[in-house]
């Protein structure tokens, strides 16, 4: 065997290695509607859960809220909202990163970190323990009467910190949506004004302060999906 011969051996030998045997990763342009897909469902998903969400006597966790019709399959929209929001987010920024800039990194970042901790954490509490606890005659007892489903310090750090990271990241990223005009206006500025719903002293109305607060950012999210499944 020549020298020739056996370097060639190698070198397909080590590509051999390094290749992922029969499969065969996506291409970026399946890649891309995927993730504008789970965006627009997620938004969607997210909108639906938040206007359906039950609210008793102005409070929106309550025994009588959690024990009420609509749960416990708005709370359950919602975490499917924001699973798929969350993965989508990644293909989301891989699409807009020519034209967001420092800005639009660190604002998706943000809001992804507020998504996963705040958004999720708050969820699993919801549906894993208190929506049990509350249809339980025994344990409804254990649900805080100050509708914050714990009671606790702690977790009221968690749901308040992690909006106000939410809060700011979606704010960073709609501004460099806009300054760069990598989406239709109205969209950045649905993203800039997102999360504002959430900090608003509104009253708890069921079917209203729910879509106000996820309708925003929902219909900005899914039609940046929408636009990533077209192009």
């Known amino acids: 065997m020549t020298t020739t011969a056996h370097t060639q051996n ?3 030998d080590a ?14 342009p399946v890649l891309r509607r995927l993730s504008g897909g789970a965006l627009t469902l997620g938004g969607v998903a997210c909108i639906a859960g938040g206007t ?6 102005g409070e929106a966790h309550s025994v009588e809220a959690l024990q009420a019709v609509g749960s416990p399959w708005a709370q359950i929209l919602l975490a499917v909202g924001t699973t798929l929001l969350l993965l989508g987010l990644p293909g989301m920024y891989a699409w807009l990163a020519p034209r967001t800039g420092i800005a639009g990194l660190i604002g998706l970042v943000a809001y992804a970190v507020g998504n996963l901790v705040t958004a999720t954490g708050h969820l699993i509490v919801e549906l894993f323990v208190a929506y049990p606890f509350a249809n339980d005659p025994d344990k409804a007892a254990l649900i805080a009467a100050d509708d914050s489903m714990l009671g606790t ?5 968690l749901n308040t910190v992690g909006g106000l990271v939410m809060l700011v990241g979606m704010g960073m990223f709609g501004a460099s949506l806009i300054r760069n005009r990598a989406v239709p206006l ?3 500025i649905l993203t800039v004004v997102g999360m504002v719903g959430f900090m608003l002293p509104i009253p708890a109305v069921a ?10 950012r929902g219909i900005a999210i899914a039609a940046i999906g929408a636009l990533m499944v077209r192009r």
Do not use: K, M
């Open 15 to 28: 590509s051999d290695g390094d290749t992922p045997g029969p499969f065969r990763s996506p291409s970026w």
């Open 52 to 57: 359906l969400h039950p609210i008793v006597d």
């Open 153 to 157: 310090t702690a977790f009221e750090l």
């Open 186 to 188: 109205w969209i950045g």
């Open 207 to 216: 079917g209203i302060s729910g879509f106000i607060y996820e309708a925003p």
């Open 10 to 12: 190698q070198n397909h």
